[in-house]
Nanobody, 124 residues
Framework: QVQLVESGGGLVQAGGSLRLSCAASGRTFSRYAMGWFRQAPGKEREFVAAINWTGGSTNYADSVKGRFTISRDNAKNTVYLQMNSLEPDDTAVYYC?????????????????WGQGTQVTVSS
């Protein structure tokens, strides 16, 4: 059974930083892409960032380029999202997901297992 457990969310002031982690189990982690998505109240879930199976290729939403960095440690079965220069519009529940392929794609349908989410709140 695949399990994804996020951690690292919290409350931060605008301009601050947070680092999210997602620990995976139940699937050969190193063979699959990993993604981060977020969902704000009243909005659809949206793509944030993805990383391919080796960590050598990444993909970002335009809204977070230059501020967020996705990385992975295949030895620890963990993916990270470093979030800098946070803005109030970044407030959302953040979810990690494991891909159905090895490639860093942005579509929700490209991922088949999801974590429970971690709340990120950015105050102005």
């Amino acid at each position: 059974q695949v399990q994804l457990v996020e951690s690292g969310g919290g409350l931060v002031q605008a301009g601050g930083s947070l680092r999210l982690s997602c620990a995976a189990s139940g699937r050969t982690f190193s063979r699959y892409a990993m993604g981060w998505f977020r969902q704000a109240p009243g909005k659809e879930r949206e793509f944030v960032a993805a990383i391919n199976w080796t960590g050598g290729s990444t993909n970002y939403a335009d809204s977070v380029k230059g501020r967020f960095t996705i990385s992975r440690d295949n030895a620890k079965n963990t993916v990270y999202l470093q979030m800098n220069s946070l803005e109030p519009d970044d407030t959302a529940v953040y979810y990690c997901a494991i891909g159905v392929t090895a490639y860093a794609r942005a579509g929700v349908h490209e991922y088949d297992y999801w974590g429970q989410g971690t709340q990120v709140t950015v105050s102005s």
